[in-house]
């Protein structure tokens, strides 16, 4: 039995931000690399600012200190953890910005017909891929069946009222997972970071989320490239020119574990309570914020290349698919995915 894990604590990301650092610079670039939600963050802004390079780090870090303490499954303490380890079934209150995600969550999780379902984390943690234990078998049917009865946006309450934000569950063994948005979550934050400062040229990443504005060092378009679905190669597989908006690319090949042969990877279908097993390994997003770019590349996963490619198409998203073929991958895309693509 092989039970092979490609996940260490830090993941790395399916989207590369092309360095122009060996190319002569016009205008200064400042550089900031860290660690955040089991993964890196990145920023990179080009050209003169009013504020020192430890200021802009020190608040970077204070506002993601921020996000995990609000939706961290992996913080006991976080407000999130604290909703899930609660079998009460009471209004909780709950953070605008948290309110935020989990609406979002709901508009996708209804878009696509529960393929994106926050709700998830009981199947999440059974399979493995939340913040305990490992597993070194599969679950039983029963006990899939078990999980799944906990699972189901419906469940979920999301309200505001003249004192607050609330969110209410009404299975007490319910369990919220932000995983699949927390990075777009974290990379919006970083924009508004930004904008807060008066930063207009930048490149700011958590894991696979991805936002750019304005112009590199070299005063042109920053650009970002698709890895190739592989967790053995780092090759390039598109690149695109972001104009402003933000990508975000989930992938089933990063985040697995193998038993006997078999490939699990940490996306879950909902309906069947299992990891997919489709031929579609990568689903790519851009939007006009990371947090939806987050959203959508899941729900699509889950969707398979068919469903996923048909559902962006009439939902006018900018989609780009890699599947899996008996000899190699192929690619599909909307229109509005290639308006981005750097030829
Ligand atoms: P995505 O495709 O964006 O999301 C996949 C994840 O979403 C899965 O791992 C699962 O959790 C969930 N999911 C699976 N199926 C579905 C579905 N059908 N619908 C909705 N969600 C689904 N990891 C660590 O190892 N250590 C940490 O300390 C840590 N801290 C974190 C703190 C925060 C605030 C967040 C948001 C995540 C943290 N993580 C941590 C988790 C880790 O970074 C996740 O693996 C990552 O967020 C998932 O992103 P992704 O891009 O790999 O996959």
């Not at 006991?76 to 079934?89: E, I, K, P, W």
């Not at 007490?172 to 979550?185: F, K, Q």
């Not at 894991?207 to 070299?218: F, L, R």
């Amino acid at each position: 039995m092989t039970n092979t894990f490609t996940k260490g604590l830090l993941l790395s990301s399916v989207i590369t931000l092309l360095s122009a650092c060996n190319k002569p610079q016009s205008r200064p670039q400042i550089d900031i690399n860290g660690k955040t939600m089991g993964t890196f963050y990145s920023v990179k802004v080009s050209g003169d600012i009013a504020i020192s390079k430890e200021q802009l780090q020190h608040q970077i870090d204070a506002l993601l200190e921020q996000a995990n303490d609000d939706i961290s499954t992996y913080r006991a303490n976080s407000v999130l953890s604290r909703f899930n380890h609660s079998r009460s079934t009471n209004p909780q209150a709950i953070p605008r910005d948290m309110a935020n995600i989990i609406l979002m969550a709901q508009r996708i999780g209804q878009d696509t017909g529960g393929a994106m379902d926050i709700t998830i984390g009981p199947l999440v943690n059974l399979w493995g891929f939340g913040p305990d234990k490992r597993p070194v078998k599969v679950p039983t049917q029963q006990q899939i069946a078990a999980a799944q009865k906990k699972v189901g946006l419906q469940h979920l309450n999301l309200f505001s009222d003249s004192l607050g934000e609330w969110l209410q569950k009404d299975l007490p063994g319910m369990y919220v997972d932000l995983s699949t948005l927390g990075e777009g979550y974290g990379t919006d934050e970083l924009v508004r970071l930004m904008t807060r400062n008066g930063i207009t040229n930048y490149l700011v990443s958590v894991g696979g989320a991805v936002s750019a504005h304005g112009v590199n060092s070299q005063g042109k378009p920053w650009r970002v490239a698709i890895q190739k679905p592989t967790d053995r190669e780092n090759a390039v597989q598109a690149l695109v020119d972001l104009q402003g908006y933000s990508i975000s690319t989930a992938g089933s090949y990063r985040n697995y574990f193998e038993l006997d042969g078999q490939h699990y990877s940490h996306i879950i279908d909902p309906s069947t309570g299992k990891p997919i097993q489709h031929r579609l390994v990568s689903a790519t997003v851009i939007a006009s914020t990371a947090l939806e770019a987050d959203g959508w590349d899941t729900g699509l996963m889950v969707l398979d290349t068919e469903k996923a490619l048909q559902l962006a198409q009439e939902k006018g998203l900018a989609a780009y698919l890699i599947s899996k073929t008996n000899d190699g991958f192929s690619t599909v895309m909307t229109p509005q995915f290639k308006a981005f693509l750097v030829q």
